[in-house]
Structures are given as C-alpha cells and as structure tokens.
C-alpha cells in the first residue's frame, strides 16, 4: 500500500512553481507508469504540460469513470518539507500536491481491487492564469464525473463563490502642489468613491452567501508636490450571483467620477454532493469552470486554505491519511450508477440547515 505521507513529502521536495513544473510532472509520470497506468503527457508549453493516466479498456478510458485532478504547480516561495507534530509542511502541502497524492494513493488502491474506471488528470498553471486546464478541456475526456481538488478542510464544497475583477480609474490635471487650484486632483475623487463600493447592495445566494469585495491595488501620482493627474484601483469581487447585476450596480457607482475597466471574471459555481458527507460552500475559485468536459464537478481535499500561499502552509498528517479513504468512498459511490449523489438543489438545501 501506498504511504501517503512519504508520497507527499517527496512531491514537496521538488520544485514546481508556475511555469517550472517539469520535473514533479516527470516524478508524477514515473509513479504511475511503474504500477501500469496508461500515461499521456499534454505539452501546454515548452517543458510544461499536464499529465492524464487511465487504466486499461479496449477503447481508451472506460465511459462513466470518475476522474481525480488537482494541480501540480505552486505559489513561490520553495519551502523544504519537514514533519513536525502531526503536522506535514512544505510548499503545497496543502495546496495541491498533498492532495495530489492522496489522489494518487486512493487510484492506485481502487485498481489493485479491480476497479479500472478510475482517471487521474494532473494540470498545471492553476496559481497563474489555469493555461494546464484550458488545454485539458480539449482532451477526448470520457468521465462522467470530476472530483476536484482543493483544501476544503475535508468537506464537500457545495459550491464556490465566482471573482470578478475591476481597474477604476480617476482622471485630474498637474499643477505645481503649491498652487493646487490650478490643477485638479485624480487622486481625491478615488479616495472618496473606494469606501463606497462595500456599501453597495450586490447580489447574495442561499448556499453561496453574501459576496465580498478587495481593493487590492492602488496607484497614483508622480511626486509628492505635483498635483495629480491620474490614479487607478484594481478591486477584486467575489461575486454570487450573475455578472451583469454587478456591472449596473458598479457603473452607477462610477458615473461621473470614474472609469472602469471590466478583467477576469469566473462565475460562482454550484457543485454536486455525496449523502453523508458534510458539506460546506467556499469563497475561492478552481479550475472547475475551465473543465467542463470532464463530468459532474465536485470538490474536495484535505488541508486548509487559510494555511495556503503562506509561510507555515501545512496539512494535518492524519487529515491526509484519512482523505486517501474518502477519495476511494467518493469514486465508489459515484460508480454505483449515481447512489447517493445529490443535486445541486439538494446540497442547497443541506447547507442552509
């Protein structure tokens, strides 16, 4: 049997932050090759690429299996494993490649019992724009369901919240600072109308919750005695509900003061669920809205992501262990013909107990 924790450490050993994922994609390739996994490499870009193992099947994968996949990149700094009071850390102990070997641990054991209809899909890119699953969308994926990894604490993810963001930006005119009058500030009318935007009345959501709202970037200015001409804020929405409510609310916001930019935008997903497991919806995206192709979307993993991108990121180790055995009960479960699967409606209605 597989030693879930060994197999984690020694993947958090390698470096792999985006775009330098080659060598733990070699790693993972090797592991699954040795115990007679069919494996296709995609190349995303030079040197990069994700990884896709399946069993056996006259056709290719068998139809109707369920599909394991996280990602295998991870967000600077490196950081050297090392075990310590039941307690796993290292550079994606929690995010992701804890739970990649757990995935890999639960497969491995599902095929020594005879269970084929098993996938694994490794991507990479997730912390820095997800390039690894928009290449995997376009793969010939016959799942029929996708469970997802990220650290939900051990809890089904009832769904997730979207993001959106949003540049504002403020215009004036220089002028020398100590004749202010003659020139208009751009930084000002910002400093008023950014406290404003977490009063607004956005869109809330049953399961989901009410959404929140980052000013994360501000910019301005030249020097300190020329009166500024421009200034621009990057906010960040973790949005609910529908986009299009939100650009009204915003562009109302905005009228006569600002401009605005419309980036990125994710819509909030709702995720299937298994009876008897807890559940709970989170704040953060996944590569789930970018796959799918690949079946019915669930989401799960041990760790936290309270601990994630931090300098102390860690897993429990008996929280990892376990996860190895839930992972097994999903994909059975699953298999049995959909038994025990809630809807999205359902998993709504469970979270609001």
Avoid: C
Avoid at 52 to 72: C, D, E, K, Q
Wanted: glycine share 10%; net charge negative.
């Amino acid at each position: 049997m597989t030693d879930v924790v060994a197999l984690a450490a020694e993947m958090l050993s390698i470096q792999s932050q985006s775009g330098q994922e080659q060598e733990v994609t070699e790693f993972v390739t090797r592991w699954l090759v040795k115990r007679g996994w069919n494996v296709s490499f995609q190349e995303v870009a030079s040197g990069r690429g994700n990884v896709w193992a399946t069993r056996s099947a006259p056709n290719g994968p068998p139809a109707g299996s369920v599909a394991l996949s996280t990602h295998l990149d991870t967000v600077p700094p490196f950081l050297t494993p090392r075990l310590e009071e039941g307690r796993l850390y290292g550079r994606g102990a929690a995010d992701a490649k804890g739970i990649a070997a757990a995935m890999m641990a639960a497969a491995d054991r599902l095929v020594t019992s005879g269970e084929n209809r098993v996938q694994l899909l490794f991507v990479v890119g997730e912390e820095k724009g997800s390039d690894g699953a928009r290449a995997a969308n376009n793969l010939p994926a016959t799942s029929r369901f996708l469970i997802n990894g990220e650290p939900t604490e051990s809890k089904l993810a009832s769904g997730a919240k979207g993001s959106f963001r949003v540049i504002v930006r403020t215009r004036g005119r220089e002028a020398h600072a100590a004749y202010p009058h003659l020139g208009q500030s751009a930084i000002e009318p910002m400093l008023e109308l950014l406290p404003k935007v977490k009063k607004l009345k956005l869109p809330s959501d049953p399961v989901l919750g009410e959404p929140t709202v980052n000013i994360g970037v501000i910019r301005g200015g030249t020097e300190g005695n020329i009166i500024p001409a421009f200034a621009e804020a990057e906010v960040m929405f973790r949005i609910v509900s529908d986009v299009e409510p939100v650009k009204k609310q915003l562009e109302e916001w905005a009228r006569g003061v600002a401009e605005l930019e419309w980036g990125s935008h994710i819509p909030p997903q709702h995720f299937h669920t298994v009876e008897g497991f807890e559940i709970e919806p989170v704040a953060y995206t996944s590569d789930i809205p970018l796959l799918g192709r690949w079946g019915t979307p669930l989401l799960f993993g041990p760790g936290s992501i309270h601990v994630a991108h931090t300098p102390d990121e860690y897993v429990d180790v008996e929280e990892l262990r376990a996860s190895v055995d839930t992972y097994e009960k999903l994909v059975r479960t699953l298999l049995g013909q959909g038994d025990g699967v809630a809807s999205p409606v359902t998993a709504g209605k469970k979270a609001r107990k």
